[in-house]
């Protein structure tokens, strides 16, 4: 069988990014994003595959402080009302997280989801309606992944009203903004996720969240679970990163 793997080095470099990348809100820098470095994201994310080969993205490049100052309104009146669904410590400890980097950093990115792309009837979509989002969200990934490889952090805004985003990015009503990305250079990548570090969450142990065959049934397969508990050997993925 030929070998159709990447070489040693470029295959650790993806496992790298894979391993390395953070969702970043408080570390970001004022130095701009080359163009060309920013096309080579936006290249990335668009080579993302796509059901049906729709390709239902689109990229909404912020660099106006007037739009990164009403998205944030946007943000600090949701994260207002997130807030209320914790209570007593959790409440403290989640007013203290900083969740979002849009004026901070240099770029801000809508990757959106053009809802009718590709007509009425996209292959593989007749089933499963969400598969346009799907994709977009692979975009998404493919530049983050890109993004950590350039040295740029990316950091998600999940906590926005899509509806009022929509309308202060005067998005058409089929198009659904699926990502609100804060993007820039950045002091340091976090040894591990902010939220986990914070004490937020931890990581889930790979092997709790394995199945074989059906949700009920377990992997029988020892080589796997003991690759799985070993770290994946030569795969490049180390435990609790």
Known sequence: MTNQGFPDEQREGL???????RDVRSQFLPDPIAPEILARLLQAAHLAPSVGFM????????????IKHAVKALYQQANAAAANNYEGDRAAQY????????????????????????????????TMLETDLFSTCLAVQN????ARAEGIGVGW???VEPSLLAQVLKLPEHVY????????????????????????R??????????GNTWTGGIDDDALLAAVRGNQDGAGIKPND
């Open 177 to 200: 903004p699926v990502a609100y990305l804060c993007l820039g250079y950045v002091s340091e990548f976090l040894p591990k996720p902010e939220l986990e570090i914070a004490g937020w």
């Open 95 to 126: 007013r203290r997280l900083k969740l979002e980097g849009i004026v901070d950093s240099p770029i801000n990115l809508c990757i959106t989801c053009d809802r009718q792309r590709g007509g009425p009837h996209v292959l593989g979509r007749n």
């Open 143 to 146: 530049l983050w992944l890109a």
């Open 15 to 21: 496992y790298r990014a894979i391993r390395e990348r």
């Open 55 to 66: 390709q239902p993205w689109d990229f909404v490049v912020i660099d106006s402080l007037e």
């Open 202 to 211: 931890s990581r889930l142990p790979l092997e709790q969240l394995l199945h």
């Open 157 to 159: 805004v999940s906590i």
